[in-house]
Antibody, heavy 121, light 110 residues
Framework: QVQLVQSGAEVKEPGASVKVSCKAS????????LDWVRQAPGQGLEWLGWISAYNFNTKYAEKLQGRVTMTTDTSTNTAYLDLRSLRSDDTAVYYC??????????????WGQGTLVTVSS | QSALTQPASVSGSPGQSITISCTGT?????????VSWYQQHPGKAPKLMIYEVSNRPSGVSTRFSGSKSGNTASLIISGLQAVDEADYYCASYSSRTTVLFGGGTKLTVL
């Protein structure tokens, strides 16, 4: 069965970086892409970006350009979200979600369990 | 770009039908048939309920359906059940921002 298992909760100080992982199993990793979506406490969902596990193409949300990098490791079927220069408003639950290999069209059929990232001094 | 517009809350009694709207623009909802709907229970990850405007994934109840007219998409839940009480989000492909989510709608089953 398809599973996306994310790394554990993180607490970071403002200005630091965080790297969240998402390990996939139960399907051919390189045949799909992965999107990252976050949810601040009590708020709605926010799209962060997409990476193709097929050709490593990426698209990022404009507001995060320059602070975010998404990568994949096909040897371990793992995707990574790297977010730098953290601010208090980056505090959120971060989700990975399976999408398409050639593009992302808001269709996410499997989701990770979420990773809480808390940014606080 | 701002999120897609959804009502903050809707409510209905068991057995009734409700509709949740999701309004965007011609650059997203109105321009493409790439609208999805997600159900999220507290503390859980979202679950795909409808994709490409009106398609239901395997395993999702036939009580859930979707439609679109112009720049507004709709999620219809018929035969409302207590288990349907959750937050619902629409999402759409956008030519400007790639993917946009709605602000979310809290469904209360009275």
């Amino acid at each position: 069965q398809v599973q996306l298992v994310q790394s554990g909760a993180e607490v970071k100080e403002p200005g630091a970086s965080v790297k969240v992982s998402c390990k996939a199993s139960g399907y051919t990793f390189s045949a799909y892409g992965l999107d990252w979506v976050r949810q601040a406490p009590g708020q709605g969902l926010e799209w962060l970006g997409w990476i193709s596990a097929y050709n490593f193409n990426t698209k990022y949300a404009e507001k995060l350009q320059g602070r975010v990098t998404m990568t994949t490791d096909t040897s371990t079927n793992t995707a990574y979200l790297d977010l730098r220069s953290l601010r208090s408003d980056d505090t959120a639950v971060y989700y990975c979600a399976r999408s398409g290999a050639s593009g992302t069209y808001s269709l996410y059929d499997y989701w990770g369990q979420g990773t809480l990232v808390t940014v606080s001094s | 770009q701002s999120a897609l517009t959804q009502p903050a809350s809707v409510s209905g009694s068991p057995g009734q039908s409700i509709t949740i709207s999701c309004t965007g623009t011609s650059s997203d909802v109105g321009g493409y048939n790439y609208v999805s709907w997600y159900q999220q229970h507290p503390g859980k990850a979202p679950k795909l309920m409808i994709y490409e405007v009106s398609n239901r994934p395997s395993g999702v109840s036939t009580r859930f359906s979707g439609s679109k007219s112009g720049n507004t998409a709709s999620l219809i839940i018929s035969g409302l059940q207590a288990v349907d009480e959750a937050d619902y989000y629409c999402a759409s492909y956008s030519s400007r921002t790639t993917v946009l989510f709605g602000g979310g709608t809290k469904l209360t089953v009275l």
